[in-house]
C-alpha cells in the first residue's frame, strides 16, 4: 500500500520534441540563398541543397516523433463544465 503523502500514478502524458539542428541548418540554407543575390550562383546552389536537405530531415524526424505518440489518451481528471457567467443585480440609481 503506498503512503498518504505519495504523489499518484502519472496518467496523463506531455511529449516533448526531441532537440534537432535541423531548424538551424534550413536557416543556414536560406540565408546563403539570399546572400547569393549578391555574391553568385554557387551560394544559391550550396544553400538550396543545405537548405532541402534540412527541410527533408526535419519533417521526416517530425513525422517519425508523431508516428510513436499513442492513438488515444485516457483524462482522468474531471472536465469543467462550460456555463455562462450569472450578471449581477444592479441597484437602481438613487
Do not use: H, K
Not at 1 to 7: E, G, I, L, Y
Not at 61 to 72: E, F, I, K, N, V
Not at 73 to 86: D, F, G, K, N
Amino acid at each position: 500500500m503506498a503512503a498518504p503523502d505519495a504523489p499518484s500514478e502519472v496518467t496523463e502524458l506531455i511529449y516533448v520534441p526531441e532537440p534537432s539542428w535541423r531548424p538551424a541548418l534550413v536557416a543556414v540554407g536560406l540565408a546563403a540563398m539570399i546572400a547569393a543575390i549578391f555574391m553568385g550562383w554557387f551560394y544559391a546552389l550550396a544553400g538550396g541543397i543545405i537548405f532541402i536537405a534540412g527541410l527533408w530531415g526535419w519533417i521526416r524526424q517530425a513525422s517519425d516523433q508523431t508516428q510513436r505518440l499513442p492513438r488515444r489518451q485516457e483524462l482522468t481528471s474531471a472536465v469543467i463544465p462550460a456555463a455562462p457567467m450569472r450578471r449581477s443585480a444592479r441597484q437602481p440609481d438613487a
